[in-house]
Nanobody, 115 residues
Framework: VQLVESGGGLVQPGRSLRLSCKAS????????MNWYRQAPGKGREFVAS????????KYLDSVKGRFTISRDNVKNTVDLQMNSLKPEDTAVYYC?????????WGQGTQVTVSS
């Protein structure tokens, strides 16, 4: 299993970013995919998930209405569109899949929301 995130960066409050995770080495379309984040000094928390093949989504309460998770089962990617970003969204964002009974993580991508 390989997961590679991209799209992070520094953005002002209220602006948008789109994260992408490229998956490989497993049958992507048959697995639910997740995004997590870890802020400085805090534990890793669930942000969003999307079912296989993609009909159902779930979100952390604090991002509902601002973030949208989506997947492309041809390109083997799962994206996280983040709108109306807040300073409290600052974190390293990780792509995740539970494969063969264990979790796999990407290397993470830093999102910093600051004026």
């Amino acid at each position: 299993v390989q997961l590679v995130e991209s799209g992070g960066g520094l953005v002002q409050p209220g602006r948008s970013l789109r994260l992408s995770c490229k998956a490989s080495r497993f049958t992507f379309s048959t697995y639910a995919m997740n995004w997590y984040r870890q802020a400085p000094g805090k534990g890793r928390e669930f942000v969003a998930s999307i079912s296989s093949p993609g009909g159902n989504t779930k979100y952390l309460d604090s991002v509902k209405g601002r973030f949208t998770i989506s997947r492309d089962n041809v390109k083997n990617t799962v994206d996280l569109q983040m709108n109306s970003l807040k300073p409290e969204d600052t974190a390293v964002y990780y792509c995740n899949v539970l494969w063969s009974g264990r979790p796999y993580w990407g290397q993470g991508t830093q999102v910093t929301v600051s004026s």
